[in-house]
C-alpha cells in the first residue's frame, strides 16, 4: 500500500477481554515499531521489529502485552485481560532497513488504533 | 530514564511570537528527527540532520544539531496557528540502530 495502514481505527472493549491490533506496514520497509500515545502525552515505546533479528521488547508494559511479526510483513500487537489504563492510541510506524553506522531513514506512522477499555 | 529528553513539554503562546523547542541527551546519535503530529494524525518527518553544527532551514522553522550530536533545538519565528502540534525529536544510530524518541512537546499556538 502507499502508507502505513492500520486497523481497526477505534475498538471500544470491556475490561477484561482480549483485542488485537494489527499493523500493515509499508512494503520493503524491514524496520517496524509499536508505540502508545495517552491522551495529551508523547510516544511510550513498545517493541521493535528489525527483519529477522530478535524483536526489542523492552518497552511492552506487563506481559498482557505481546507482538508478533512474520517476515517483513504484518505486525500484530495483543493486549490479554485488558484494563482501563490500557485506553490509548496505539501508532505504528515502520521505515527502511538501517545498518549501524548509517543515518536511520524516516519513520512514517499510520494514523493509530484509539483503543478504549470500558 | 528517556534517551532524548525534551522541553518544555508544553508551551502555549500567542500568534506571532517567537520560540525555542530543546532535546538533549547525554548519548551520541548519528542522526537526529524533528517530527510534528496534528490531532488524530501519526507524527510526520520535518527534518534530518546529521552532522554536529549542522543548521537547516524549514520556512519559519530553524533546526540545529549539537556540535557533539548530542543535542538539537528547533526554534520557530513568527509562530501561527497552524503550528499547534506536537513536535518529537528522535535520534537514530543508537540503541541497537532503533529510532529512539523524545517524550515531545506540546506547543499551542493562540489567535
Known amino acids: 500500500g502507499a502508507g502505513v495502514s492500520q486497523s481497526p481505527s477505534n475498538k471500544v472493549t470491556e475490561k477484561g477481554k482480549d483485542v488485537e491490533l494489527r499493523c500493515d506496514p509499508i512494503s520493503g520497509h524491514t524496520a517496524l515499531y509499536w508505540y502508545r500515545q495517552r491522551l495529551g502525552q508523547g510516544l511510550e515505546f513498545l517493541i521493535y521489529f528489525q527483519g529477522n533479528s530478535a524483536p526489542d521488547k523492552s518497552g511492552l508494559p506487563s506481559d498482557r502485552f505481546s507482538a508478533e511479526r512474520t517476515g517483513e510483513s504484518v505486525s500484530t500487537l495483543t493486549i490479554q485481560r485488558t484494563q482501563q489504563e490500557d485506553s490509548a492510541v496505539y501508532l505504528c510506524?515502520?521505515?527502511?532497513?538501517?545498518?549501524?553506522?548509517?543515518?536511520?531513514?524516516?519513520?512514517?506512522f499510520g494514523q493509530g488504533t484509539r483503543l478504549t477499555v470500558v | 530514564t528517556q534517551l532524548l529528553e525534551q522541553s518544555p513539554q508544553f508551551l502555549s503562546i500567542q500568534e506571532g511570537e517567537n520560540l525555542t523547542v530543546y532535546c538533549n541527551s547525554s548519548s551520541v546519535f548519528s542522526s537526529l528527527q524533528w517530527y510534528r503530529q496534528e490531532p488524530g494524525e501519526g507524527p510526520v518527518l520535518l527534518v534530518t540532520?546529521?552532522?554536529?553544527?549542522e543548521v537547516k532551514k524549514l520556512k519559519r522553522l530553524t533546526f540545529q544539531f549539537g556540535d557533539a550530536r548530542k543535542d538539537s533545538s528547533l526554534h520557530i519565528t513568527a509562530a501561527q496557528t497552524g503550528d499547534t502540534g506536537l513536535y518529537l525529536c528522535?535520534?537514530?544510530?543508537?540503541?541497537?540502530?532503533?529510532?529512539?524518541f523524545g517524550g515531545g512537546t506540546r506547543l499551542m499556538v493562540k489567535p
Open positions: 528522535a535520534g537514530g544510530g543508537n540503541a541497537g540502530n532503533m529510532l529512539t
Open positions: 540532520v546529521v552532522t554536529g553544527g
Open positions: 510506524a515502520s521505515s527502511l532497513a538501517t545498518r549501524q553506522g548509517l543515518m536511520n531513514t524516516e519513520a512514517f
